[in-house]
């Protein structure tokens, strides 16, 4: 990862992580990060913010830009540069990386300095409106905020619940009356702006302001001299409420949307805060009022709610109620490794105890005994620490900010042993633990254990380390001093096949499986053919040849030897002889073939002869006038000149590999920075690398001669149709094919393609014949000796090579170098008169 870029990502972002809400709600471009504390961040805090800031995959330059317009100061940045300095290190050490920062458009940090008033011109909004939502998630988070500012969340009133019995009407309530039994009616009536209702043969009965449990009670009294038996329990009486009525509530103090909301009268104090947006940044989740005609009637405590679960002072409110948030009155931050890092308020009587009840209690990892806090005072700032037994009386003052550490990843009471044992691992020191008691609780030593000469690590006063040498089997039955064991201490017993090279037996030639294998004792040369697959079809048994190293060779004779070769004869039934020989490690077995036995070969012929196809060659001598008459004969229309020979890369060793890839190269070096019509061409004349150039019409006037090749396996043999034209193409005006014409030589055929084009090299220019030979171009004194051409020839023209033109330095200094040389001369010439 590239920290150096990253650097600069970080910059804006722990302004934001770092510093409390402004004191009013504010958009992200309107803060001032100049007093940002890098001192106050941990390590796991800029890991986080890294990773945050990777994931919103916008450009650095717009963070770059808000960084620098917010006035971070030069002394933070430099902190900042070797605080991730410190985080890549520490991440390196435990294998840990980081992909680099890119943006959306794929582009990578730039130097701040350097490009500040470039970007700072950048009228992106749309981007930096992204940049700011991304970077407004880095900012400490206050406690509770997300309640109200999350808009998935609702708490409207649920309107299809029953009737509470304290529930007080008002004015424009509906209220449905319902009497059943021996007697039947309903009614729906609505509450007059003076508080009442007409029911007919009762009257006028006033409900407004009295609770559905006493209005019920008051419509009863009047109904019975109507119905009788409501008296006796005959008839019942059902008083509920229909459509209800809206009531008018004024939200002030810090709240995101101060006003006066219409709400239904089930509406609760939580309904009216979620309809406001709830407290601003400055606001109070912990001290809300609830006024009703000029009293104090509620005090809802958020954390209440958030914390237990508690809605016992989430009241309903009346019309004309006044909801009052307060600025808050204290604040502190928790960060680290508690289970709910955040930013939370706090009353005058809690202490950290209940702080740290808040923030969920320590993580697991959780440094417990000591917790640091950056308190303020009148004039600057101080740092102090609270021990555990001051948990329950500390009381936070306004502005601390408390550090929870992780505990130190180490051990206090781990030893560990590794090698040769049957158990290795960690263990627990236990008090007096020795180093014979540690060995046997890994079950003891193994029997490869290397027993002479083993070793404890062990960490010194001052964290460097040294060595104990110990022997283990001495340690073990009791005749050396036993060795106390430390803290850390690590134990390596070594196997002896971990001091020594690794025992191989090798075997190749004329067997199913060559290769490597393990040695083992006592394995004798039949076993090490059976674990190859035992011989191939074309193996002799006879002549098995094994090469071993010499260990006590005499290095000062000229002819010491080097190696001890055994010959070993056996059968395909790997007899007594194959079971005898004992092979010793590093051992090569080679198993040759048959002197006799060859595999079919098979070559091809194609084109104009009578029976085209694959044929398999009977002979060693076999040429190619005896494949031509096996094929019988040419056809009529044959063109013996155009035959070719293709013997196809089947490459016998490295080097001749590499000798076929340099000539491909070299052809494409000719063709460099050629036109993409000529790109085709050279790659054919790639494949037509693997030609031979035969004369078949010399070949079958005089069969047996030298020109009469030998055939090998894989040869294909191609004999065209009589060919009329040649091609021409390269660096020419128009690259054709034109009618060939014996009376026409290479020139007329470049004048037939437009002629040479202006960056032809005319000294180089080839062709390459049916037959797949080619000629290039003689130079004789002063003029080009071009080849012939023949039908079915291509004649290929290649380019030059662009020359670099002078510089106006660079003709300078030749000129002056060259006026200085002829100062020079005339100079000695003038002395020698």
Known sequence: MNYKKLFYLLIFAIGLAVNLPSAKAQSITQQNFSNVRVDELTDDQIRQIIKQVESSGLPESQLEQMAAARGMQPSEIAKLRARVEAVKAKNSASGDTDATVKGKDGSRSRSFEGEVEE??????????????????ALKSKIFGKELFANASTTFEPNLRLAT????VIGTTDQLLIDIYGYSEANYKLTVSPEGTINIPYAGIITVGGLTVEAATARIRSKLSPIYSGLNSGNTKLSVTIGNIRSIKVILTGEVMKPGTYTL????TLFNALYSSGGPTDNGSFRNIEVIRNGKKVGTLDVYDFLLRGDLKNNIRLQDQDLIRVPVYQKRVEIVGEVKRPAIFEMKSNETFKDLLAFAGGFTERAYKARVKVLGNTDTERKISDILAKDFDSYVPQSGDKYFVNEILDRFENRVTIEGAVFRPGQYELEPGMSLKTLIQKAEGLKEDAFTNRAYITRLTDDLNTELIPFDARKIMNGTVADIPLKREDVISISSIFDLREEYKVTINGEVRRPGEFGFSENMSL????????????????????VSRRVKNSDATSASARTAEVFQVDADRNLSIEASKFILEPFDIVTVRSSPGYETQKQVK?????????????????ERISDLIKRAGGLTALSFTDGASLKRAGNFDSQLEQEKESQKVQQFRRIQKNAKDSTALDVENLAVRNNFVGIDLTRILEKPGTKKDLFLENGDIINVPRQLQTVKVSGEVLSPNT???????????????????SQNALKRRSYIIYANGSVRSTKKFLFFNNYPIVRTGAEIFVPKQEERRRLTPTETVGIISGLASFGAIVLGVMNLLK
């Open 119 to 136: 970007i700072a011109n950048s009228d992106d909004k749309k981007t930096e409106n992204e940049a700011d939502a991304a970077l407004q």
């Open 164 to 167: 509470p019995l304290n529930y």
């Open 264 to 267: 239904p009268s089930l509406a």
């Open 526 to 545: 039949g076993e090490l053919i059976l674990k190859a697959g035992g011989f191939s079809e074309s193996a002799t048994p006879q002549r098995i040849e």
């Open 605 to 621: 012929i194609e084109g104009e002869v009578l029976y085209p196809g694959y044929y398999t060659i009977t002979k060693k001598d």
């Open 738 to 756: 034109v009618i060939f014409d014996k009376n026409k030589g290479f020139k007329s055929y470049i004048a037939n393609a437009g002629g040479f």
